[in-house]
């Protein structure tokens, strides 16, 4: 048994000890918000938040996390029902196309922000680098970052 909290709701699940949070998100609790790229860790698309950093859940098994609180784009809104800054940005600048990258793009965007990496254009595309874009919508995901970043010093 692995007692996981996610988005602030306690999980108590029965699962192997070598199934990753990634696995355990959506096939077990049926999160699938993050998504499933290159299970290598090598794409982003699977980026959580752990304790409020970044992480590849492609990486991490779901008993690394008991203890931890994980935070997932589903859980990312306020419950007020508005978007997160980043949410609203990414909507605002155009910047996703067909939208699988997306989620991890926003986690990663987000503790960009909050890890004070977000300080320049180059410094966002240095620390965004991990995260991969098939569609190319770089330049957008940039700005939403930078639009974000006032947004979120403001709230």
Do not use: W
């Amino acid at each position: 048994m692995v007692t996981l909290r996610i988005n602030g709701q306690p999980y108590e699940l029965a699962i192997d000890q070598r199934t990753s949070l990634l696995d355990t998100l959506r096939d077990h609790l049926r999160l699938t918000g993050t998504k499933k790229g290159c299970d290598h860790g090598q794409c982003g698309a699977c980026t959580v938040h752990i304790d409020g950093q970044r992480q590849l859940s492609c990486m991490t098994f779901a008993v690394m996390a008991e203890g931890h609180e994980i935070t997932t784009i589903e859980g990312l809104a306020p419950a007020t029902g508005d978007l997160h800054p980043m949410q609203q940005a990414f909507i605002d600048n155009d910047a996703f196309q067909c939208g699988y990258c997306t989620p991890g793009q926003i986690m990663s965007a987000v503790g960009c922000v909050k890890e004070g990496h977000a300080g320049s254009e180059p410094e966002i595309r240095e620390y965004m680098s991990g995260n991969l874009c098939r569609c190319a919508a770089y330049p957008n995901i940039v700005a939403a970052v930078v639009q974000a970043r006032d947004a979120m010093k403001e709230g």
